[in-house]
């Protein structure tokens, strides 16, 4: 018989991951990752934490955000917006930003927003849930097509005009 000594070796156990409505004390946090999606995409942040409060908590909400959240602070984040087709009657929810950090990205953590997004898209009265990805960003595609999302082209051009 082999005689097997133990020894020492402790595994890194991962974070318990929590996900969540944000709170108001989430804002700070928020906004942070907010920006680092900005700057990932090449884009400038200019939301303030008091426009986030507004459309998070004001008087008419106007989204909802979704935090992972580990005994660490916030590590993701994803806002749903509503939507609407109106030949359709159908009511969905746009998933407009999903957001993980950097040294949590490939552990699950943006897969369990979106199952909660959809949940909350559901709990909303949704029959459907859209997300976008840039032209060029296959990894993005990869994974809504794995989180069984149909890719759809866009046809047409999309207008906008200020109102300011």
């Known amino acids: ?48 934490p008091e426009q986030l409060e507004r459309d998070l908590f004001g008087k008419v909400p106007w989204i909802t955000a979704l935090v992972a959240e580990t005994g ?49 898209a559901r709990n909303a009265g949704c029959d459907y849930l859209s997300v976008s990805a840039a032209t060029g960003n296959i990894q993005a595609h990869r994974f809504y097509q794995h989180m069984d999302f149909t890719p759809r082209p866009v046809t047409g051009m999309r207008y906008m005009q200020a109102l300011a």
């Open 1 to 48: 018989m082999i005689a097997i000594e133990d020894s020492e070796i402790s595994l890194i156990r991962p974070s318990v991951v929590t996900i969540r409505t944000a709170k108001p004390r989430d804002l700070p946090a928020l906004n942070e990752m907010v920006a680092l999606l900005a700057a990932h995409h090449g884009d400038a942040a200019i939301a303030t």
């Open 72 to 120: 660490d602070g916030l590590i993701g984040y994803a806002i749903l917006v509503p939507l609407y087709r109106a030949q359709e009657g159908k009511r969905g929810m746009d998933l407009h930003h999903l957001f993980v950090r950097d040294g949590h990205r490939g552990h699950g953590i943006g897969q369990h927003l979106v199952n909660r997004a959809r949940e909350t």
